[in-house]
Structure formats: structure tokens, C-alpha cells
């Protein structure tokens, strides 16, 4: 079993997160975690990207980065939300170095969704266990990575969280393990996180097959440019796939 | 049981949502159901405020309000959400007009977390069933509601969300009774929302005694400031409480 080599912070020493924000991102993949990150004792969390302008989500929804790339200070837990937008950032170099250099020095780096896939371009998941987004589960081996098929998977300081939503359990994973399991049951209790979804659809293995296929071919055309955005690198960064 | 009398919106109207946004909200009582209804089908969106400027949540999370009180329009579906700033708002008479005047206009009036207490103080919750986070469930009969344990609890055009992250939960719901179960279920495996909570500590029943005591102790004097309010309010409204 892949273990967690992240090391408790101890409450007196500030945590620092960051989080990258990009226009076409999903919302969710960065308020869920927040929710429960904001609520560390003695943290402090920026939203970082090139500028300070507002953005927008892929579905309409403003965000407002607080800190530029080289404004950034020194990071203690890097996230990487995902959405439609990843494919933008997956030749930038501006951005991919930032995370190179900043997942070296950081105790943790988090995906949610197709964040994975940035980390992926950035070079971080070479050998590494790692899960993304349902649709876009097929993608990581292009990168390098060991597919895991967890809603969260933890391999040495990475966590990775499923498609959106998984990002609140990833997020108290990753407060347990920066600050102890007491942090992160208080935090759990206080946002009343005992989910009870109306249906039992959440995933491809549970969803009715009508259900499945209509999503799927919701998705098929970026899904599409993504696999071969994926190869694109996989072949730029030398990665053999059977 | 209490029945939902909200009705279907055929998928060619197109539905309108409006969410209040206000000065020290919680964030996630927004931004969780946003990632479920923004994925309604041939639906708008509007983040609602007394004016544009940015403001910030209680953990520091910038908004952006994009459309005013005056220039809101007709709104099928109206989002209340909750956090410490809910406190400002119990008197604000131009917030309590708005909601309790597009209310009644309304297809369904969502609340989540706090945010019932408001609808509380503009008069919607008399002779209803409503639920609220756990810490202010006791507050609900000031308001004459009908208190409800349940995670999402529906009383005829009325639905409400318990704490922060049952948003979402009531979200799918909503998006059921307006658009119908496939709609809901789409939503629900596009979002991946199967979730895997990593401690069963997400509610008062089920959380160890030491970290019930922290979460309370951390809340009580927010909470003696809501039951303050509360009770102030119910000797307005003329409520009687036992």
C-alpha cells in the first residue's frame, strides 16, 4: 500500500496554501477544498495566477485572484483545481514551472479532478499513483502515472482527489495528515459533512446506463481533445504506452 | 409527510436562479449548490447584492455580486445561503423585502446552512418545516417554523439544507423537483458526487464528545448572538414560544 510521507505541522507554524485559479476552471474543485482548508487553525490561503483580474469558471462563476506568480511566497500546500480550462495550461510553461518548482518545496501537492492532468504536464505524476476525474481516469497512464481508481489517492507528498466533489474528501484527508485527524474531524463537524445524495448516480459503476451515456457523450469531444493533448506530451516527455 | 408542491419546469422555459450574496456569508452555501444548478439545463444565474463591489466571506473568500436588487428580474428559483454575516441581515428591511417579495413569485425558495434564519426573519418559515445548521436548529421555533432534523427538508415550495456542505444535497433535490430525476442524475455523475467522508464525525450524533465540545465551545458565542436575535425577532413577529 502506497503510503503518505507528509509530516504533521505543528499548530504553532503557519500553514501556507496556495491555489492556483485559471480561467474555464470548475469552481467546485477549489471552494470544496476551501471550505475546509480555510478552516486550519493558523492558515492562510492565496489564489494564485498571472494577474489579478477577475476570471470566470467554465459555467459564469467570478473568482478573484489575490496573488501573482512571482508575488507568491513561500507554499506549504500547493492545490491544483481542474475544469475545461486545464487544457489551456497544459503547454504553459509559466504555469507548469511555477508548480515544478513550488511542488518541490511544498510538504503537499493536491490535485482535484483534471488538475491532475496540469500536474501531469508539469511532470509530477512520473511513477506516481494518481486519480483524476472519471472521464479522464484513461488519461494519467500518459503521464506516467499508476492509475488509481480511489477517490483519493496519496502517494508519497501528492494527493489526488476524484472529479469535483471528491475534492471535500480529499481536502479533509489532506488536513489529517498537515495537522492531525482532531483538526480535520472538527472541521468535518463543522461543516456538517454527512452527505446523503438523493440518488445513486455518482459514479460510472452506480449511474443507469441511459444516465452514463448521455453524460459520456456530453463530454466525448473534450474528453477527446484531452487524450490527444495527452499524447501530444506523453510523447514530448518520452512516456512508453502499450 | 410533508409534500413538495413545486412543479416541473418544462426544459424549453428557461429557469431562472438568483442567490443573495452578502458581506461574511460562508461561501461553500453558495458554491456547493452553484456547481449542481449551474448545470441545469437552459438555466441563468445571477449573484444578487445591494451593489457590485467585491466583498468577502467570514474566511476570506472574495464574491462578486453581478447583479443589484433593483435590476434583478423575475427569479423561478431563489437561493439563500448562511454563514456569521446572516446576523446583519435579520433587520436589513431591503434584504428582507427583496426575498420575502421574489418569494412569493417564486417556483421554490431554497435556503441552506444560516440561511434559513434569515427567510425566518422575512416571515417564510411561519407554519413550515425548515432545517438549519446543527448549532441553530433550536433557533428555528422563533421564527414559528416546524423544525426539521432531516438533511434537506421540503415544505411545499420551500426547501431547505441543513450545514454548509448539505447545499449540495439539497441542490440535486432542487434540481429534481424543478427538472425532473434524469436532470438531477446527470448532474450528480457529472459532478462525481459519491461521497467518502474519511471520519464519521460529520454531525452531532455521531462526532466523539471532545470534538463536539471544541466545535460548540468555538460557536457559542455566535450562537448566543443568533438566539438573541431570534428571540428579539419572534416578540416582533408576535411568535410564541414555549
Chains 1, 2 share one sequence.
Not at 55 to 75: C, K, N, V, Y
Request: hydrophobic letters at 40%; proline letters at 6%; aromatic letters at 6%.
Amino acid at each position: 500500500m502506497i503510503q503518505s510521507t507528509i509530516e504533521i505541522i505543528p499548530p504553532e507554524r503557519r500553514l501556507s496554501i496556495a491555489a492556483i485559479v485559471f480561467p474555464g476552471m470548475d469552481q467546485i474543485d477549489l471552494t470544496g477544498p476551501y471550505s475546509v482548508l480555510s478552516r486550519i487553525p493558523n492558515c492562510s490561503i492565496q489564489l494564485v495566477w498571472k494577474n489579478k483580474e477577475p476570471l470566470r469558471d467554465h459555467l459564469g462563476f467570478s473568482l478573484l485572484p489575490d496573488t501573482t506568480f512571482d508575488e507568491a511566497g513561500q507554499i506549504d500546500l500547493l492545490l491544483i483545481p481542474g475544469g475545461p480550462g486545464q487544457e489551456e495550461l497544459m503547454d504553459d510553461e509559466r504555469v507548469l514551472e511555477f508548480i515544478r518548482q513550488r511542488a518541490e518545496a511544498a510538504q503537499c501537492v493536491f490535485s482535484v479532478c483534471t488538475g491532475a492532468l496540469i500536474c501531469g504536464a508539469a511532470g509530477l505524476l512520473t511513477g506516481r499513483a494518481a486519480t483524476t476525474h472519471w472521464t479522464s481516469l484513461h488519461l494519467l497512464k500518459y503521464f506516467g502515472a499508476k492509475t488509481s481508481t480511489k477517490r483519493v489517492a496519496i502517494d508519497g507528498t501528492f494527493v489526488s482527489a476524484a472529479g469535483l466533489t471528491a475534492g471535500i474528501d480529499g481536502a479533509l484527508t489532506v488536513a489529517a495528515l498537515l495537522r492531525g485527524d482532531e483538526v480535520a474531524q472538527k472541521i468535518q463537524l463543522a461543516i456538517q459533512y454527512t452527505p446523503e445524495p438523493p440518488f445513486n448516480c455518482g459514479s460510472p459503476e452506480t449511474a443507469p446506463p441511459k444516465i452514463l451515456a448521455a453524460v459520456q457523450e456530453k463530454t466525448s469531444s473534450l474528453t477527446a481533445k484531452r487524450e490527444e493533448t495527452a499524447k501530444r506530451i506523453a510523447a514530448k516527455m518520452g512516456v512508453k504506452v502499450d
